[in-house]
């Protein structure tokens, strides 16, 4: 285990030796053929290499480290009978089921186009709109967060805080570099070196801030968790 400062917890070694080489062996695919492609529009670039391509190797690897730190949070609400761990792995089901369900996606589209914005401001209203509705996703988290946050002891505050460094870390990628990646797209579509750029900025730090992410869940809540429970706020 690798122990992290201030009581936040502590990663899980074995998780890590597994996620960060698999990330790094499809993110360096992924920048070969972007190379590639940017260099010569003609080459064949798989889509389950791309590791930005949803139900692409990278992306699956992805599903699969959200349903690994949902388990292992959902272990330690059995055992310690409280329920933050149980709140987050609820937000950690709908971003997973956001992901490979392509909600905001999806949401985005029907919202454009049913607001009108898409008329007014053209293909940059899908992604206002994806924001939009990953904000709503985010509030149907908030509600039990919330609750369950207030009633947490001190010391399983502090875990979920660790957690939380680097989900801001997934959904600075996700959401932030994303939303400049679909500007770059739009301002300069003639820069495909440029946007690949932040494709790979976008796609890599969202892999591995995920696999820190699992290995946090995994180390902190998981079977090598605490074995006591913690007393619950009044």
């Not at 959200?66 to 959902?74: Q, R, S």
């Not at 805080?161 to 997934?170: H, L, Y």
Request: net charge neutral; aromatic share 10%; with cysteine.
């Amino acid at each position: 285990m690798i122990e992290l400062p201030w009581g936040l917890g502590r990663l899980d070694r074995r998780v890590l030796f597994v996620l960060i080489p698999l990330d790094l062996a499809l993110l360096a695919i992924g920048v070969v053929f972007g190379v590639a492609v940017a260099l010569d529009p003609a080459v064949h670039w798989p889509r389950p290499l791309q590791f930005d391509h949803d139900w692409g190797l990278a992306e699956m690897l992805n599903y699969l480290k959200w349903l690994g730190a949902a388990a292992a949070l959902l272990i330690a609400w059995r055992r310690e009978r409280a329920p933050l761990p149980a709140a987050i792995a609820l937000a950690f089901l709908l971003a997973v089921a956001d992901d490979a369900g392509r909600l905001h996606e999806q949401g985005s589209i029907a919202l454009a186009l049913g607001t009108g914005l898409y008329d007014r401001i053209g293909s940059l209203a899908f992604q206002l709109c994806e924001i939009v509705v990953w904000a709503g996703l985010g509030l149907v988290c908030l509600g039990p967060l919330w609750v369950s946050w207030r009633r947490a002891a001190p010391a399983l505050r502090r875990r979920a805080m660790g957690i939380g460094v680097f989900f801001v870390g997934v959904a600075a990628c996700a959401i932030g570099i994303d939303t400049l990646h679909t500007l770059v797209g739009f301002y300069w579509p003639d820069q495909a070196m440029l946007s690949g750029v932040f494709m790979i900025a976008e796609g890599g730090g969202e892999n591995l801030f995920l696999s820190l992410l699992t290995a946090h869940a995994v180390g902190s809540f998981g079977l090598g968790g605490v074995s006591a429970p913690e007393p619950a706020r009044p």
